[in-house]
T-cell receptor, first 112, second 112 residues
């Protein structure tokens, strides 16, 4: 049973471009969480999704950020018109029942 | 006041020492509690759940004090490999609306 798969591991974008981060949860897990971590800081909750539904997006900026978890395929975190302040590690986690989380290796986004 | 607070440390301890971390939470309705471990630039990994009666896993002991709203992690006979950031996690909500709140972490450095 493969773990949570995130890709790409590293993503470099110029200011104004779009960033798409992908997350495939563990088999059988229907809960997906996205977190952001800045250097020397803790994990900040962004969004919680179940298949085809956004359950809680209270941690996600209202503009430029969106997330989806379609019926088929991975969860996608999309950042439009990236700015330097978006540079961070983005971790995805999945859970079978919304409690114990299993994390992917993260995507390190660098905005030039 | 932050929902989940931890002493950021660093805790510098010699090998073989016993070290304890506390984590306080503000929402008395919080239901579930966990400790995660995060190594530098890696994803967090579940260390152990925290039960009301307290629980032990080898050299690690976790306890919950609902009256004072804190959880603790005790590490006995510290090893060099225990060096990491320890994150406490509090779950609020229930059922389909669980929200996992991470503390900012406590950095442990075990010295030879």
């Amino acid at each position: 049973n493969a773990g949570v798969m995130q890709n790409p591991r590293h993503l470099v974008r110029r200011r104004g471009q779009e960033a798409r981060l992908r997350c495939s949860p563990m088999k059988g897990h229907s809960h997906v969480y996205w977190y952001r971590q800045l250097p020397e800081e803790g994990l900040k909750f962004m969004v919680y999704l179940q298949k085809e539904n956004i359950i809680d997006e209270s941690g996600m900026p209202k503009e430029r950020f969106s997330a989806e978890f379609p019926k088929e395929g991975p969860s996608i975190l999309r950042i439009q018109q990236v700015v330097r302040g978006d540079s961070a590690a983005y971790f995805c986690a999945s859970s079978p029942q919304g409690e114990k989380l299993f994390f992917g290796s993260g995507t390190q986004l660098s905005v030039l | 006041r932050k929902e989940v607070e931890q002493d950021p440390g660093p805790f510098n301890v010699p090998e073989g020492a016993t070290v304890a971390f506390n984590c306080t939470y503000s929402n008395s309705a919080s239901q579930s509690f966990f400790w995660y471990r995060q190594d530098c630039r890696k994803e967090p990994k579940l260390l152990m759940s925290v039960y009301s009666s307290g629980n032990e896993d080898g050299r690690f002991t976790a306890q919950l004090n609902r009256a004072s709203q804190y959880i603790s992690l005790l590490i006995r006979d510290s090893k060099l490999s225990d060096s990491a950031t320890y994150l406490c996690v509090v779950i609020k909500g229930g059922g389909a609306t669980n929200k996992l709140i991470f503390g900012t972490g406590t950095l442990l450095a075990v010295q030879p």
